[in-house]
């Protein structure tokens, strides 16, 4: 009797030395945590400073060792302990029965910052997330430590609308205009952006929600912004009334990214566009039949307008500065060929040519245009890839509506894809020639 009650207050030991463990391992064994986890929905546009476009929904986690070692990383570079913590730590999150690996990113204003942003309307994802407006579980795992905390999802949300209709005027003022939509807009944040490398931040500001003007000569403290250097203007619409997560902010919000370069003095009001990926220029911008638009490329060289779907057709065009010899080519697009088609008209600078009367006169039939292409710049014109005031282009349209065309520069040599290159598009001193073919 004696050597079994020995025997069952032995196992009674190993069993209270386990349970004992193993409570300490769920209660005090986890010295990672989460500083943020949260779940919104943004609305992006076309843009070239390195952000996946599309009505996405953006899972983000902060975190950082709580080993009372390093409470928090914040420092860049990383240091290397830091960094092996952040490559070793895998943020998965759950809604139902599937889950989605976060992707670290190691950036200087997020240096914990895990992030997933998957396309809302794609229908892998939505098959797999048939409930993804509901509340998401995020999940850190480090070795053996572990944190957990729940984002609240989007609900009930649709897409916040891009802005239109951006216009920069010589006195610096840049207007837009915001779309009619249902969902709450609760501020304003425009961000100004200079280099696509990192897409780092110049200047940032939140507005009143509803802003439609902000003035970049006088809004922005002197010295931020440089003359004749090109930026990019990202302008976001925020529903920060009932976002969930950690830190209770953001729900919903749309990203439109503008391409300029500040205006001199005195010059005209032009319509901006957002520069792609493929470095074409996209308008959004309203026209009135008759009425001139000046369309502000950056810095045009020779480049292909088309209208988008549905759009007015253009009915004349005029170029507005004098570059090199101050002639261009006019080409119209051929259908029998899918190509441009060289034409033996030649523009003058400040000459307008309307399209619905000037084009018999050399053999072709008036017609406004869906298509046409400038050509022609001298390599001994050597144009300041960053001079703004270097080429515009003023066009006018068959009816009223909105022009959601494009302008895709012509390149003979592709730089580096900085939002300077990207902008500018600059070919004096690449090697384009005078495209003339009579």
């Known amino acids: 009797m004696e050597k079994i009650k020995s025997y069952f207050n032995c196992l009674l030991s190993v069993f209270a030395v386990c349970f004992g463990c193993l409570f300490t391992n769920l209660t005090w064994a986890s010295p990672i945590e989460f500083n943020l986890a949260l779940v919104f929905r943004d609305n992006r546009g076309a843009n070239n400073v390195g952000r996946t476009e599309g009505d996405r929904l953006v899972l983000i986690a902060h975190v950082s060792r709580a080993d009372g070692g390093n409470e928090e990383i914040t420092t860049w570079p990383l240091l290397p302990a830091d960094q092996t913590f952040l490559d070793n730590t895998i943020i998965s999150t759950t809604e139902g029965n599937n889950s989605i690996n976060l992707l670290?990113?190691?950036?200087?204003?997020?240096?914990?910052?895990?992030a997933r942003a998957p396309v809302i309307n794609n229908a892998g994802f939505q098959s797999a997330f048939p409930d993804y407006r509901n509340d998401w579980t995020f999940t850190a795992i480090n070795g053996s430590d572990f944190a957990t905390a729940v984002a609240q999802g989007i609900g009930s949300v649709d897409a916040l609308p891009l802005v239109r209709n951006p216009v920069l005027k010589g006195n610096g003022e840049l207007t837009w205009d915001i779309p009619s939509t249902s969902e709450t807009i609760t501020n304003v944040r425009l961000q100004i952006?200079?280099?696509?490398?990192?897409?780092?931040?110049w200047y940032s500001d939140v507005l009143p929600g509803g802003t439609t003007s902000f003035n970049i000569k006088t809004d922005v403290p002197s010295g931020v912004l440089e003359d004749g250097v090109a930026y990019a203007v990202r302008i976001r619409l925020e529903d920060r009334s009932s976002g969930g997560g950690l830190d209770g902010s953001l729900r919903n919000r749309s990203s439109t990214f503008i391409n300029f370069i500040p205006l001199p003095p005195g010059s005209p009001d032009v319509a901006l566009p957002s520069v792609d990926s493929n470095g074409v220029f996209n308008f959004d911008v309203d026209v009135t039949e008759g009425a001139p638009v000046i369309l502000d490329p950056l810095v045009a060289v020779g480049y292909d307008f088309e209208v988008g779907a549905g759009d007015p057709l253009f009915t004349s065009i005029k170029i507005l500065t004098d570059v090199g010899d101050s002639k261009y080519d006019l080409l119209l697009f051929d259908s029998g060929i899918n190509d441009y088609l060289d034409t033996g008209i030649d523009l003058m600078a400040n000459i307008g040519f309307n399209f619905l009367s000037d084009l018999s006169a050399f053999g072709f039939t008036n017609s406004a245009l869906g298509r046409f292409s400038i050509r022609g710049i001298e390599e001994s014109a050597f144009l300041d890839p960053t001079d703004v005031t270097a080429f515009m282009a003023e066009v006018t349209f068959n009816s009223t509506?909105?022009?959601?065309?494009?302008?895709?520069?012509?390149?003979?040599q592709v730089p580096e894809p900085t939002i300077l290159a990207l902008m500018s598009l600059g070919l004096a001193g690449v090697g384009y020639r005078r495209y003339r073919h009579r």
């Open 104 to 114: 670290p990113f190691y950036q200087p204003t997020d240096p914990t910052e895990f």
């Open 193 to 201: 952006i200079r280099d696509s490398d990192d897409a780092s931040v």
């Open 401 to 412: 509506g909105a022009f959601t065309g494009t302008m895709t520069p012509l390149v003979t």
